[in-house]
């Protein structure tokens, strides 16, 4: 890759001198000393001059070499007086003409040069400036980045958790390795290569692993960076981004935010005519226009691929969709060792234990996972990093950062503190729930006064209705704990009501899990298939269906907070004990509220 130097001032500095010392030199080879015209007449009578040249108002001449003495010069000059000098000249047999000699190659030499100096100075501080800053002669040049493989150094042992997705790479590096193995039997590499995915889950370093293990030149830009306020400069960006990789032929280009760029067409505001629409045209052209046996291959990656356009999808061009979904535990357990490679870690790390502890995680989350617990071990200046700073870290990730300087008063920490065993004391005593881990009021993140810490055993992909249900009642634990002790409510339940009813409403709306409602769909609004996006648009269903579906989430909520209460009203020794030794300690762990349930029981 071409390293750029930035313009410096000492650049022009030493131009200058330079100049200055050759005009100099210049100066001191062609000196021509003024004399007056009777040392002229002097000279001229000693027979020391050699040449002259006649002007109208001067006589300029050199004189002979046995003239010149050190400290003289041998070019002279003096104002011609009268009109007798031909004849004094003719009479001492000195030539003479009548024309002053030309300069032309001295002024070449002091004036031309130094132009051409100061000229090569100029181009070269607006080469620099315009390699920092593109001009208009460049606009339409695409800004891909381009790496060759040193610059890369990442292959497949560097991408862990996404095996299956690799898998349906090593035919495009196959194909790149060896295109004749596959064109000679007459078949076809796919012409583009979609990844699909969440964010963090490794889309671009697994691009940049194709093109590390393929050992090919790597076309990197996004989709944003084709889009800019000039007409027409997008589509000329695509056709010179195009042109360049089959110069380099075999490569990848892959551009990533494919959705910047690939976005439905016709359903802006300006209709089929704006900038972005014409720049897409350009892509699906260039597409459909380029060979796939000449060894380029088109990657791009988006986490927004309901909302591509359709021509993009179609068999010819992005013909090949590879889901890098989020890792389960497993996959997990093998971006951690990744990871891991890069920090030192005590070596009886428990890598499983880590890895149930980060569920939904993905492979960004858990890179910031081990760089966390790297700062806490430097912090705590230890040597190795500890499964105690993992766990913290991901305290720290999940709930936010502890605020232990936040003062709360006493009444508000003894709320905080019955709200969070209300949670776990309900999660410990329902089946199907996920156990407790942790119960903290140390304040952490924005607002959270306090928390409690539920991690899955193992990945669930499917949850039963009495599953939803008691994951209700948890959530709902907290509020009813405030009732039963202090007779009470506070607003500390805002994000546990959220959640219960969000459950609540898909358990109507979309799994078909109230018996009023009955097995419908009522889920109709275009949501993002990656990202945590609100639903857009419309609701499709009646008034009456709406109010029966408010009626049966409100149903789902005042059943499970009635659980809820029933519970902590038969545990309310073990929610007074629970909350004592909170109170005193900021931090328990689950097992400790567990063993004071299991003693309450036996008494």
């Known amino acids: 890759m071409e390293k750029r130097h930035k313009f410096s001032i000492w650049y022009m500095l030493l131009g200058i001198w330079m ?33 002259v040249a006649i002007s109208s108002n001067q006589i300029q001449g050199k004189l002979k070499d046995d003239a010149v003495t050190e400290g003289k010069k041998k070019m002279f000059k003096t ?38 100096l100061f000229f090569g100075i100029w181009y070269f501080m607006m080469k620099r400036m315009a390699g920092q800053q593109p001009g208009f002669m460049t606009l339409g040049k695409n800004k891909a980045k381009i790496y060759v493989e040193e610059d890369l150094g990442v292959d497949f ?7 299956e997705a690799k898998q349906e790479l090593i035919e495009v590096v196959e194909f790149l390795k060896e295109p004749g193995r596959f064109t000679q039997l007459g078949g076809k590499l796919p012409k583009g290569v979609l990844l699909v995915g969440p964010p963090g889950t490794g889309k671009t370093l697994l691009a940049k692993a194709v093109a590390g293990e393929s050992k090919v030149p790597f076309f990197s830009m996004s989709g944003s960076e084709f889009v800019e306020m000039f007409v027409g400069l997008g589509a000329a960006r695509v056709r010179d981004l195009f042109a360049q990789a089959k110069q380099k032929a075999p490569c990848i280009i892959f551009i990533d935010e494919l959705d910047a760029l690939g976005k439905a067409r016709g359903i802006g505001i300006t209709g089929g005519h704006d900038e972005r629409e014409q720049t897409l045209n350009q892509l699906l052209v260039e597409m459909d226009g380029f060979d796939p046996t000449v060894g380029v ?77 790297a700062l806490l071990a430097v912090r705590r200046k230890k040597q190795k990093v500890g499964m105690p700073e993992f766990e913290e870290a991901v305290e720290r990730v999940v709930a936010g950062l502890e605020k232990k300087n936040r003062l709360i008063n006493p009444k508000e920490r003894e709320i905080v503190a019955y709200h969070e065993l209300g949670h776990a004391v309900v999660a410990l005593s329902l089946p199907g729930t996920d156990p407790v ?13 306090g928390y409690t810490m539920q991690t899955p055993t193992e990945d669930r992909f499917l949850m039963s209705r009495t599953e939803l249900l008691n994951k209700i009642a948890t959530l709902l634990g907290g509020r009813a704990a405030e009732e039963i002790v ?37 889920a109709r609004e275009k949501q993002s298939r990656f990202l945590n996006l609100g639903p857009e648009g419309a609701t499709e269903y009646s008034e009456a269906t709406a ?57």
């Open 157 to 163: 042992d560097d991408v862990a958790g996404v095996e």
């Open 486 to 522: 202090f007779d009470d409510i506070s607003t500390g339940a805002h994000n546990d009501l959220a959640r219960a009813t969000d459950i609540a409403t898909s358990m109507v709306k979309e799994y078909g899990m109230s018996v009023k409602v009955g097995q419908v769909y009522f």
């Open 297 to 373: 291959v088109l990657m791009a990656a988006t986490n927004r691929p309901e909302i591509l356009d359709p021509a993009l999808l179609r068999p010819g061009r992005f013909d090949r969709q590879i889901l890098v979904d989020r890792p389960d535990k497993v996959e997990r357990e093998a971006i951690l060792k990744v990871h891991l490679k890069n920090i030192k870690a005590e070596e009886d790390l428990d890598i499983g234990k880590l890895a149930s502890m980060t569920p939904g995680m993905v492979g960004a989350d858990l890179a910031n996972l081990i760089n966390e617990a």
């Open 79 to 116: 104002v011609r007086v009268d009109r007798e000098t031909s004849e004094l000249l003719n009479r001492y047999q000195v030539a003479f003409k009548g024309e002053v000699e030309s300069t032309f190659v001295r002024n070449l030499m002091s004036w031309i040069i130094p132009v051409f």
């Open 547 to 603: 109010e029966l579906i408010d009626n049966e989430v409100r149903e789902i909520i005042n059943t499970q907070y009635s659980k809820a209460l029933d519970i902590l009203r038969k545990c309310r020794e073990v929610l007074n004990k629970g909350a004592k030794l909170l109170l005193a300690k900021e931090k328990i762990e689950g097992n400790e509220i567990k063993a004071i349930m299991q003693e309450m029981q036996k008494t």
């Open 437 to 449: 881990q942790k119960i903290s009021i140390i304040p952490r993140g924005i607002a959270a006064l």
């Open 19 to 51: 100049v200055l010392i050759i005009q100099q030199y210049l100066v001191s080879l062609f000196a021509i000393e003024t004399i007056p015209y009777s040392r002229f007449l002097q000279l001229l009578s000693e027979g020391k001059i050699e040449e």
